[in-house]
């Protein structure tokens, strides 16, 4: 995992202790809207080089930088969206959600950040994908009377 995707889980997981806490005194409740502020803002600022790596890898290269901010949407996930353009001149835009709960929830070793991400150029879709920097999985055993079974020909 790339150090920019390390920091934005430690951020998540920060919002998961943020999320833990509310229902308490008024005076709390701001403290829990200024970290989820900043938690929010910290993984806009976290997630705009891997959007910008995925939008390169598909061939849309982008010119200078994404401009990326959180997005409240009513729910304990983290919404990042970003919008930029182009190597070509053409219009990017990209959407995360980050689930906290998931994050916090995976493998002590597990470095990936699992989520919602899609971008789009000129209005296309171009690259969506469940999981930033997720090793890939070890493809399960084969059981069963086929399994290690050679050719009998």
């Known amino acids: 995992m790339t150090r920019e995707g390390g920091r934005l889980a430690v951020a998540v997981l920060l919002l998961v202790g943020v999320v833990g806490l509310e229902g ?6 701001e403290e829990v809207r200024t970290l989820r502020s900043a938690t929010g ?6 997630l705009r080089p891997e959007a910008e790596q995925a ?12 401009s990326c901010s959180s997005a409240e949407d ?9 919008s930029g353009t182009s190597a070509e001149g053409g219009e990017l835009r990209f959407r995360g959600r980050v689930d906290p709960a998931t994050v916090a929830g995976q493998p002590g070793a597990a470095e990936g950040l699992p989520g919602a ?8 879709q171009v690259f969506r994908m469940n999981c930033f920097n997720c090793e890939p999985r070890e493809p399960e055993e084969e059981t069963g009377p086929s399994a290690g079974a050679g050719s009998t020909a």
């Open 24 to 29: 308490s005194t008024a005076e709390s409740s």
């Open 41 to 46: 803002e910290l993984s806009a600022v976290l």
């Open 55 to 66: 939008f390169e890898r598909e061939g849309h290269p982008v010119a200078g930088s994404l």
């Open 74 to 82: 009513g729910t304990d996930r983290l919404t990042v969206v970003c």
């Open 117 to 124: 991400y899609t971008g789009t150029a000129a209005g296309e």
